[in-house]
Each structure stands twice: as C-alpha cells, then as structure tokens.
C-alpha cells in the first residue's frame, strides 16, 4: 500500500510538469511519465497493474502517448493484455487502432482477441468492418459475440452497406446475426437486401428478417412484409409476421388510416393470398380494415367466412368487444363462437381509456358466456391486469371450485404482489393468501404467499 501510494504520488508530480493542454509541453516530463506507466503496465502485482491503467484511462493524454501504450500490447501476457485493450477503448483515442489490428493478426487467445474485437468499436474506423466480420464468420461464439457488439457500435453508412452486401452470400446462421445487427444498427439503407429475405426459404432467416422489417420497414414497404406473411408457416411463424406489419404500421399517426397500406398491398394479391392476409389486417385495426373483415364474416363460403373470424379476433383493441360477445353466442360454428370467446377476453383487460371497473365489466360478461373451464380459467389468468381489490373479490369464489382453484391462486398471489395495492387492503389480502397456501400445489405460489403475508419482497426468476 505505501509502495502505491508513493507510486501515485510521483505521478501527480510528473503529470503536474506535464501539462498536455498547454502550448508547449515539456517533453521530458512527457516521456517519463509516459514510461513511468509504461513501467507500472509490466508490473507483476496487479494493484500497481491498476495504476498504470487508470493513468492510460485517465492521464497523458495525445496520440503520441496513446501509440507508446498500445504498442505494449504485444510484450504484455494475456491477462494484462486484456487489462490494457479495455483501458485504450475507455481512453477513446483511435491513435491505438494500428496495434489492435496487428494484434488480431496474430490470432491471440479467446479472451484477448474477445478484449481486442470490443476495442475496435470504440476505436475502430468502417474499414475494419472487414476485420469484424471475419471473426463473426469464424470464431468461437464468444468470439462472434464480441464481434457483432462492435459492428454495431462502428460508426457509419458504409458498414450497414458491406454487413447488408454481406447478406447474399452468407449461409443461413449468419444471415440471421447480420439481421440482427443491421436492426440494432438502424441500418435503413439496407432495406433493399432485407425485404427479399423475407420470403427466404430458411425458416430463422424469415423470421429474423420479418423481425427487422418491423423495426426499420415502412408503410411503402408492406407489399414487401405481406409476401413474408405469405412465405410464414400458419402458427407461430404467421403470427409473429403479421405483428411484424402492425409495427409498421402502427407508426402512422393517424390510427383510422393504418389500415391503408395493407388495403392497398392487398389488392394486388389473389383471392386466396388476401384471405391469408386477412388476419394481419386485422391485428391493424380501423374502419376500412373492419369493413372489409365483416364484408368477409358475412359470406357463406367457409374458409372465406372463418378468414374473417380469425381476422376478427386479433383485433388490436376493446372497441370490438360488443361484436365479439355476439359472435361468441350467435356464430353458427361452435369453433368460431370459440374464438370469439377467447378474443372478447383478451381485449376485455386492454389498458386504454375504460376504467378499471369498466374492464373488470367486460371480464365478467365474458365469464357468463363460459361454457367450458378452459375458458373460466383464461379469464382469471387475464384478470390479473386489473389491479384492483375488486378482482380480488372477483376471484376469491373459484378457490373453492376445483377445477379453477389453481388458476385463482395464481392471480390471487399476483395480485398480491404489488405492495400499494396489498397494503391498502391488507385483512382481506392476508384472508386469500392463507387460502393459497392451504390449496395450492405449487411450491413457489405457497412461498410467494407467505412472504406476502409477512410484507417481505420476492423477485420473479428470469427465464
């Protein structure tokens, strides 16, 4: 410790005869502090390591000082390698690029080359984009990670064009991490090579490349995004491509002319191709859009008919829950009133300008219309959103009904889990908890519950 200190202390001194911000620097005091840290860098305890290394961060500033500690970086052992890339990148000065390039070029270990790539994207200039994606093509996934991190913080237009050139030619894996990256990247000049990958005939590539075009696409391009709904396998693939075209489009201000892009796209498409877009309409919402979903729910065709369900009850919000409660009791196929049903009670807890009351209103008229404990047990798992002691009054009846109990329990101890809301209505909070712990079969429910009851905290494990 007296050793590091009296080590600071002589390079206060030094740093002082130093002065780098005026005119003319005395240049001996430069370069011997310059060496002094130099000296510090190649020290064998890690403490005095540290202390050169927060004077490369911090002090001796210029490219010529910058040049002499990266130009270390070769006589160093890995871990202080490693040690010294991080400081030059903090240190922000690109002067040490020329080394880092040179020693990548020696192909170092894992950790450094790792250290040395995440240098690159602070210090790095779009030239060594090359250099990146050399290493995303073939290293370690450690390696690649480091890779892809910097190439998309190296600045410039002309690394998203080499990354978007890249996308022709590179198999399936790295199609999908160069989508990944032109998105983080906000790459728009790249749009032209997404949109044909769109239709790729490699499911991840279609789904990555769907994923970017709701980040970056825009209304001119939904005919684009309509032809990857298409390419979609029906299920979770046609489903996340269609929330793809709702993000687009929902960036248009006006919410009532959201629908017109795809309107437009879809007169170009044939019957069949519009019935497979019809559900992507109708997660967008609005008049035109509604129009032209009843027009389909009014023909006795079936599959023509059931297109117009389906679009029906993605419907973004709680505006078409009075014709979602008549199609759920009066559609004449069971599956379609089915549908409906489940529809009505996902929108019935949408947060918008309905009061909490007004929703839980809506939950309980979906309720009524149950006729199976799959869909009992659907409403109380959406009840949840509503944070009121109302719900919890709502939901304590089903922990006495076997086939919902489960499901009660699991909304009653969410509910439980925010505080304000458990506090202010402890007596009856603590009467259901002691309920939960008394019925339910999950061991982490029954825990939850007891912490509740003792207002002590529980943070929900990540997945």
């Given at each position: 410790m007296v050793i590091r200190v009296s080590l600071s202390c002589m390079l206060c001194l030094i740093s002082a005869g130093a002065d780098l911000?005026?005119?003319?620097?005395?240049?001996?005091?430069?370069?011997?502090?310059?060496?002094?840290?130099?000296?510090?860098?190649?020290?064998?305890?890690?403490?005095?390591?540290?202390?050169?290394?927060?004077?490369?961060?911090?002090?001796?500033?210029?490219?010529?000082?910058?040049?002499?500690?990266?130009?270390?970086?070769?006589?160093?052992?890995?871990?202080?390698?490693?040690?010294?890339?991080?400081?030059?990148?903090?240190?922000?000065?690109?002067?040490?690029?020329?080394?880092?390039?040179?020693?990548?070029?020696?192909?170092?270990?894992?950790?450094?080359t790792r250290a040395a790539l995440a240098a690159l994207g602070f210090l790095g200039e779009p030239a060594d984009a090359a250099v990146l994606l050399h290493w995303l093509r073939d290293g370690a996934p450690a390696v690649q990670e480091a890779a892809r991190a910097s190439l998309v913080r190296l600045p410039g237009d002309a690394v998203s064009a080499l990354l978007g050139a890249e996308l022709d030619q590179a198999p399936a894996a790295l199609q999908v991490i160069l989508l990944e990256v032109l998105t983080a990247r906000r790459a728009l000049n790249t749009l032209p090579q997404l949109l044909p990958l769109a239709v790729a005939a490699d499911a991840s590539v279609r789904g990555a490349a769907m994923a970017a075009l709701g980040q970056l696409a825009g209304p001119e391009h939904i005919p684009g995004l309509l032809q990857g709904v298409l390419a979609a396998e029906p299920g979770?693939?046609?489903?996340?491509?269609?929330?793809?075209?709702?993000?687009?489009?929902?960036?248009?201000?006006?919410?009532?002319?959201?629908?017109?892009?795809?309107?437009?796209?879809?007169?170009?498409?044939?019957?069949?191709?519009?019935?497979?877009?019809?559900?992507?309409?109708?997660?967008?919402?609005?008049?035109?859009?509604?129009?032209?979903?009843?027009?389909?729910?009014?023909q006795a065709q079936h599959d023509v008919h059931d297109a117009g369900i389906r679009a029906l009850c993605n419907w973004p919000d709680a505006s078409i829950a009075?014709?979602?409660?008549?199609?759920?009791?009066?559609?004449?196929?069971?599956d379609h009133q089915i549908k409906a049903l489940r529809a009505l009670i996902r929108v019935a807890v949408v947060a918008d300008e309905r009061t909490d009351d007004e929703r839980l209103g809506l939950l309980r008229a979906a309720l009524e219309v149950c006729t199976r404990d799959s869909e009992r047990n659907l409403v109380l798992q959406r009840a949840q959103a509503i944070r009121t002691p109302d719900t919890l009054r709502f939901l304590l009846p089903f922990l006495d009904q076997p086939a919902c109990a489960q499901q009660a329990c699991q909304s009653v101890v969410e509910l439980a889990h925010h505080r304000a809301l458990r506090e202010a209505h402890k007596a009856e909070f603590d009467q259901a908890l002691d309920k939960v712990i008394q019925i339910s079969g999950d061991a982490t429910l029954i825990d939850r519950a007891q912490r509740y009851k003792k207002n002590q905290t529980w943070v929900r494990e990540r997945p």
């Open positions: 911000s005026r005119p003319h620097v005395d240049d001996a005091a430069d370069s011997e502090l310059v060496q002094m840290v130099v000296t510090l860098l190649h020290d064998t305890d890690k403490d005095i390591r540290a202390l050169g290394l927060e004077q490369v961060r911090t002090a001796t500033k210029g490219p010529s000082a910058t040049q002499q500690f990266a130009a270390e970086l070769p006589k160093l052992p890995g871990e202080a390698q490693v040690a010294l890339l991080s400081a030059l990148a903090d240190r922000g000065d690109a002067a040490a690029r020329p080394a880092i390039i040179d020693l990548l070029a020696t192909r170092p270990d894992e950790p450094v979770r693939e046609r489903e996340t491509a269609e929330k793809a075209v709702l993000s687009v489009c929902s960036r248009i201000a006006d919410a009532n002319r959201r629908a017109e892009p795809v309107l437009a796209a879809m007169q170009e498409l044939s019957d069949a191709q519009r019935l497979n877009v019809l559900p992507a309409l109708g997660r967008v919402g609005g008049p035109a859009a509604l129009q032209a979903i009843e027009a389909a729910i009014g009075p014709r979602l409660l008549e199609l759920a009791t009066q559609d004449p196929h069971p």
